[in-house]
């Protein structure tokens, strides 16, 4: 009888911690789909805990959204992929320019400065920078300049097939930035936040390229400089290394969480058809506080 009661004592708590982890997480779920009710426009959230397997959230997470610059961290993938592959290295430099090609013919176009949110790239036309100051300044200040000379290095078709190789099937990477033939074709980057997820799921666990690359990639992605989404109402003492995008009635953030105590998650913010950009990026930045909130009220 003794050891009947003791074992009833071990199992209920358990199933009683189940239970309640297991309604936390629809509560946590129902509350976030109430915030972004708030707001007009079209969201997707993942949010999945790196150490505990149940803790995850899905909302419209196979959506397909405009990539907007989310698609620079899979352009820094197949950086460190070519790398690894011997095609040149990271200390290798390359010639600055602002001329590309259109996907659609072939004919030239150059970067306008006013849509860049890096423009001191642009003084350094004209110089030689090291590739890895170019994936630095693609995904730090997200600049179109570093990206599109990046894209030409490795290759757009590359990046889909790396893609494609680590299950993130529906991240489209066809072309550089502002290519306003293929623009106006309709001829997009796009991504989901399903396969944003996979690929920060990946760079966390070191499962992309080798370790030492995804530790390098991580570093980078921490020293974000736009933080007024995913970061911006979390403690100082928490990392985010993340990769936000904004277009016209856009605004992505995603990202890697570090908690203080060592337990880490996956959450990918992405909206579209925005009547009201700030109120978008302040829901969002809402939405990550609660995802927060929740983490740190679960027992390790």
Known sequence: MAKYLLLLMVIFPLTVKAQMNSVSVKDLKAAIESKLATVEGQFAVVFKSLDSPKLEVYIHEKEVFHAASTMKTPVMIEVFDQVKAGKFNLSDSILIKNEFKSIVDGSPYKMDISDDSAEEMYKKIGQWMKIKQLVYEMITVSSNLATNL???????????NTMQGIGAKDIRVLRGVEDQKAFDKGWNNTVTAYDLAIIFEKIARGQVVDKKSCEEMIQILKEQKFNDIIPLYLPK?????????FITGVRHDSAIVYLPDGRRYILVLLSKELENPEAGVEVLARVSETIYQFMKNQLK
């Not at 003492?237 to 995008?245: I, N, P, R, W, Y």
């Open 150 to 160: 990046l894209i030409d290095k490795v290759g757009a078709a590359n990046v889909m």
């Open 237 to 245: 003492e928490v990392q985010v290394a993340h990769k936000t995008g």
